[in-house]
């Protein structure tokens, strides 16, 4: 949770590192494009950390009032330019979100270096999160389409495959679920899917 200037530098440069190596992955032409344009997705994560910066202030003056509605009213069209609905102090730093059309919980957690690919949905069971939200744990890949519901919890490591539905807690580290259920279908780890580059230990 951001509660001072440290802290909003540290998840803003966090975040930058997310983005640029996302770049390296994309390739030259996607370094080019983000020269010339704004990553859209980017750019929602500024706006997102400096809102929480002014969310978690004790107490606001006049100024500070201004800007928490000004990044509030500036988070409102990100939401609607990319189709992320993800809210304060949900995301922990360095997550990476590739495509729009995410649906994040205002009651979930993330843990810090995640990954988010399109579509994916982590919500609640009924109105109002009475039942509870997921908490996801550090360096977690969540494949396209995954659904993540209910009061459960996501290990450090994990993959969570494409078109998943995860209704349950994933508890070991380190592994990659799948499936409708989603259920364990290997030890592969997340670290391919964050870096995509070879290990040292595997050249």
Request: charged share 25%; aromatic share 10%.
């Given at each position: 949770?951001?509660?001072?200037?440290?802290?909003?530098?540290?998840?803003?440069?966090?975040?930058?590192?997310?983005?640029?190596?996302?770049?390296?992955?994309?390739?030259?032409?996607?370094?080019?494009?983000?020269?010339?344009?704004?990553?859209?997705?980017?750019?929602?994560?500024?706006?997102?950390?400096?809102?929480?910066?002014?969310?978690?202030?004790?107490?606001?003056?006049?100024?500070?009032?201004?800007?928490?509605?000004?990044?509030?009213?500036?988070?409102?069209?990100?939401?609607?330019?990319?189709?992320?609905?993800?809210?304060?102090?949900?995301?922990?730093?360095?997550?990476?979100?590739?495509?729009?059309?995410?649906l994040?919980?205002?009651?979930?957690?993330?843990?810090?270096?995640?990954?988010?690919?399109?579509?994916?949905?982590?919500?609640v069971?009924?109105?109002?999160?009475?039942?509870?939200?997921?908490k996801?744990?550090?360096?977690?890949?969540i494949?396209?389409?995954?659904?993540?519901?209910?009061?459960?919890?996501?290990?450090?490591?994990?993959?969570?495959?494409?078109?998943?539905?995860?209704?349950?807690?994933?508890?070991?580290?380190?592994?990659?679920?799948?499936?409708?259920?989603?259920?364990?279908?290997?030890?592969?780890?997340?670290?391919?899917?964050?870096?995509?580059?070879?290990?040292?230990?595997?050249?």
């Amino acid at each position: 949770m951001i509660k001072n200037k440290e802290d909003l530098y540290y998840y803003m440069e966090k975040d930058r590192e997310a983005y640029e190596k996302l770049q390296k992955v994309r390739g030259l032409r996607a370094k080019l494009s983000a020269l010339i344009f704004k990553d859209r997705f980017f750019e929602y994560m500024k706006t997102l950390r400096k809102l929480e910066y002014y969310t978690n202030m004790p107490h606001r003056n006049i100024i500070q009032m201004i800007m928490f509605y000004y990044y509030g009213y500036k988070l409102s069209k990100a939401k609607i330019k990319t189709g992320i609905d993800l809210d304060a102090n949900v995301a922990g730093p360095g997550l990476r979100i590739v495509h729009g059309k995410c649906l994040f919980s205002v009651a979930s957690k993330l843990g810090s270096g995640c990954k988010v690919m399109s579509d994916v949905t982590i919500g609640v069971f009924g109105p109002y999160n009475r039942c509870g939200a997921p908490k996801i744990g550090n360096n977690v890949f969540i494949g396209t389409g995954a659904r993540i519901i209910g009061n459960i919890e996501i290990a450090d490591d994990v993959v969570i495959g494409a078109n998943s539905v995860v209704c349950k807690s994933i508890l070991e580290k380190g592994i990659t679920v799948a499936g409708i259920p989603a259920k364990k279908v290997s030890d592969t780890d997340s670290w391919w899917y964050l870096n995509r580059v070879p290990r040292e230990d595997s050249l």
